[in-house]
């Protein structure tokens, strides 16, 4: 159970592009979503909280213009990487966690990565 | 503010031995503590949680993590390592008290030795 599946896996693309990326709890309700970005060799950047059916909660630092976050149901959350730059390029992932169930951990996706030209 | 410290970067370990990764943590109220391990493009599987009751817990794969409150620690172990453990392990604490979020450790490599 608690499987969170993220597409696509890996994006080429040209700079300037908007690139979407959807994440996907399976087999529960994710009342919340997370998005983090993972550099090489580093540990996961928290980027934003996003609660089903309210706006995400975004971290210090980030560009929430840039980085476009809607959970409009209980299963899907997306990130949209907007005007996407080389120095966008990274790993991301997102997880996902039951609030309606108590210690709950957060369930990952595979992670995207994003490579732009 | 509550964090997590993982000191050593990478852990070498020779198949069949037991194999110890170190987690110290710090939070304001009672923690509650996660392992995750990461494979090369992969997003991170969980593999076990200490919430209350018994300090030591056990995970998928074999696993176990012995929580220390005195100490502060929980480290993860495992009684014999296999080269498939090879990965990157990330410890996490989040504050029981009320919302929080989960601060991730910054990881450590572990690598299995034939």
């Not at chain 1, 890996?10 to 399976?26: A, D």
């Amino acid at each position: 159970g608690a499987v969170v599946s993220q597409h696509p896996s890996w994006v080429i693309c040209k700079s300037g592009t908007s690139v979407k990326i959807e994440c996907r709890s399976l087999d529960f309700q994710a009342t919340t979503m997370f998005w983090y970005r993972q550099f090489p060799k580093q540990s996961l950047m928290l980027m934003a909280t996003s609660n089903e059916g309210s706006k995400a909660t975004y971290e210090q630092g980030v560009e929430k213009d840039k980085f476009l976050i809607n959970h409009a149901s209980l299963t899907l959350s997306t990130l949209t990487v907007t005007s996407a730059h080389p120095e966008d390029s990274s790993f991301y992932i997102c997880s996902a966690r039951d609030e309606a169930v108590s210690n709950q951990p957060q369930h990952f996706g595979d992670g995207t990565r994003l490579s732009i030209l | 503010a509550q964090s997590v410290a993982q000191p050593e970067d990478q852990v070498n370990v020779a198949e069949g031995n037991p194999l110890t990764v170190k987690c110290t943590y710090s939070v304001s109220g009672n923690p509650y503590l996660f392992w995750y391990v990461q494979y090369p493009n992969r997003g991170l599987q969980f593999l076990l949680k200490y919430i209350t009751g018994d300090n030591l817990v056990k995970g998928s794969y074999g696993f176990e993590a012995e929580f220390n409150k005195s100490q502060t620690s929980f480290h993860l172990k495992k009684p014999s390592a296999l080269v498939s453990d090879s990965a990157l392990y990330f410890c996490a604490v989040r504050d029981s008290g009320g919302y929080q979020k989960v601060t991730f450790g910054i990881g450590t490599k572990l690598q299995v030795i034939p």
